[in-house]
C-alpha cells in the first residue's frame, strides 16, 4: 500500500518538486516501508516523537534517510531537533530565528530554514506576515550587499512553507495558494542577493494536486502515503 501511494503520487508531481513523506504519528516500520519504496526524505512534527524515530534509526539504520521538521517549535526543545534534521520547515517567529541561530552558532552548524507564512483563515494556525517576512529578508539582504555580517549567520533562509485554509472549498484553497506563489515570486524578484531562497513548499493530502499548479517544489503528505494516523 505504501509503496503503491508513494509512485502514484510521484507519477503525477513534477521534476523539480520533492516529496516530502510526512511520518508523525505513524510506526516506524511504515517508515521502513517508505524508505524501501524509495522514499528518502521524512518530515515530523513533535520533538519527542522525532527523537524517538532517531533512535530507531540508530539502531536500524537506514543510509541517507533525511528528517526534516515541519511543526511547531518551542526554543526549549532545539536541541531534540536540530542536530537531526536538514531543514526546519515551520520557522514562525522572530523569537525561534532568533534562538535557532544561537543555536547554530554554539554547535557549528548552519540551519536551513523555511519561514512559514500565515494565510489560512483559521487565526489559530502559526506562520510570519508578508510584511514581517519582508523585514527578515531585508535585513538579510541588505547586509550582503554591504558586505556586513548578516543578522542570522547560522541560518539559511531557503524559501516559504504555507498551509492553505482547511476547508473542501477549492476557491478558498486556491486563494491562499495563490498569495503564497505570488508573494514568493515577489520576493525572489527583490531578493536577488539571497539566490538560495528559491523553495515553495506547499501541498498536504488533500490539496497537493492543486499546490503543484502553484508552482510548490516541496509537497509535505502523510495520510495519502501512511493512511490514518495511528496515534
Ligand atoms: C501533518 C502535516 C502535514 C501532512 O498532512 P496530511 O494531510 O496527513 O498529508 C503537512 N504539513 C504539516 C505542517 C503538517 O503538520
Do not use: C
Amino acid at each position: 500500500m505504501i509503496k503503491e501511494n508513494i509512485s502514484n503520487i510521484l507519477k503525477d508531481i513534477p521534476e523539480g518538486t520533492s516529496l516530502v513523506a510526512v511520518s508523525k504519528f505513524h510506526p516506524f516500520s511504515s517508515i521502513v516501508e517508505a524508505y524501501e519504496a524509495g522514499q528518502r526524505i521524512f518530515a515530523e512534527s513533535r520533538p519527542q516523537e522525532l527523537s524517538k524515530k532517531v533512535a530507531e534509526l540508530e539502531a536500524n539504520p537506514l543510509p541517507g534517510l533525511e528528517w526534516q521538521f515541519i511543526g511547531h517549535l518551542q526554543t526549549n526543545k532545539l536541541k531534540m531537533v536540530l542536530p537531526y534534521v536538514s531543514l526546519v520547515q515551520s520557522v514562525d517567529s522572530v523569537h525561534l530565528l532568533e534562538e535557532i541561530d544561537k543555536w547554530g552558532k554554539v554547535n557549528g552548524k548552519v540551519i536551513e530554514v523555511l519561514l512559514e507564512m500565515h494565510v489560512a483563515e483559521e487565526e489559530t494556525k502559526q506562520g510570519f506576515y508578508e510584511e514581517e517576512i519582508l523585514d527578515i529578508l531585508f535585513r538579510v539582504a541588505a547586509a550582503r550587499q554591504d558586505g556586513k555580517k548578516e543578522p542570522y549567520p547560522n541560518i539559511r533562509f531557503r524559501g516559504l512553507m504555507g498551509m492553505a485554509t482547511n476547508t473542501d472549498d477549492e476557491e478558498i484553497i486556491r486563494a491562499d495558494f495563490a498569495r503564497l506563489a505570488d508573494f514568493m515570486d515577489y520576493l525572489k524578484d527583490l531578493f536577488t542577493e539571497i539566490p538560495e531562497f528559491s523553495e515553495l513548499s506547499i501541498g498536504m493530502s488533500g490539496d497537493w494536486k492543486i499546490a503543484v499548479e502553484y508552482g510548490s517544489t516541496m509537497v509535505r503528505i502523510g495520510t495519502a502515503i501512511f493512511g490514518e494516523r495511528q496515534y
